[in-house]
């Protein structure tokens, strides 16, 4: 099993900036992509931006050259930067460990979200 933990959500203008942090622990395969997604009600939950372990990434077009991911290996953490917000941002922002830069399952037991952090861009 692996845990995430999101974290670094909040309230914030347009056109500021935000970092998230998801911290992992447990039995971490560090082979597999990890990404961060968001979610607004009555909408399926979408990828914003996702990385491999050799370093490639894929972002939605949506926040192409605003946010960027990073990885942490030695702290087990991946990180989205978030600049230049617009309110269209606004969202629970979740972290997933094993779907691919496409947002694909690659295996079925090693699909792991957390719980989810709000962030939202007031106009």
């Known amino acids: 099993q692996v845990q995430l933990v999101e974290s670094g959500g909040g309230v914030v203008q347009s056109g500021g900036s935000l970092r998230l942090s998801c911290a992992a622990s447990?039995?971490?395969?560090?082979?597999?992509?990890m990404g961060w997604y968001r979610q607004v009600p009555g909408k399926q939950r979408e990828l914003v931006a996702a990385i491999t372990s050799g370093g490639y990434v894929n972002y939605a077009d949506s926040v192409e050259g605003r946010f960027t991911i990073a990885t942490d290996n030695a702290k087990n953490t991946v990180y989205l930067h978030m600049n230049s917000l617009k309110p269209e941002d606004t969202a629970i922002y979740y972290c997933?460990?094993?779907?691919?830069?496409?947002?694909?399952?690659?295996?079925?037991?090693?699909?792991?979200w957390g719980q989810g952090t709000q962030v939202t861009v007031s106009s």
């Open positions: 997933n460990a094993g779907r691919n830069l496409a947002g694909i399952v690659v295996q079925t037991n090693y699909d792991y």
């Open positions: 447990g039995t971490i395969d560090s082979s597999f992509p």
